[in-house]
């Protein structure tokens, strides 16, 4: 079974930046699109940011502008960078991949925008 491992949550001030990273493991051999989702206490998962294995990206409208997402189809990485945070980005983020298996998911890293 696949394994994806998030790093990078924390708390951050509004305004400010976070990156967030996910690997996969090289026993997942063939990966489609690789995404970040969120779920903040109340709420459903939603996506944040996906992007194709041939470098198509896609947002949430609320992220446009404010967050990256990349990826690194070599070493089986995409990360996402988020600048201008604000306090409704609160949410534990996921990582999720589709592939030939079927849909992959971290466990979930916590971001926190507080003052």
């Known amino acids: 079974q696949g394994q994806l491992v998030e790093s990078g949550g924390g708390l951050v001030q509004p305004g400010g930046s976070l990156g967030l990273s996910c690997a996969a493991s090289?026993?997942?051999?063939?990966?489609?699109?690789m995404g970040w989702y969120r779920q903040a206490p109340g709420n459903e998962r939603e996506l944040v940011a996906v992007i194709t294995s041939s470098g198509s990206r896609r947002y949430l409208e609320s992220v446009k502008g404010r967050f990256t997402i990349s990826r690194d189809n070599a070493k089986n990485t995409v990360d996402l960078q988020m600048n201008s945070l604000k306090l409704e980005d609160t949410a534990v983020y996921y990582c999720?991949?589709?592939?030939?298996?079927?849909?992959?998911w971290g466990k979930g890293t916590l971001v926190t925008v507080s003052s």
């Open positions: 090289r026993s997942i051999y063939r990966i489609y699109s």
């Open positions: 999720g991949a589709d592939t030939p298996m079927g849909k992959l």
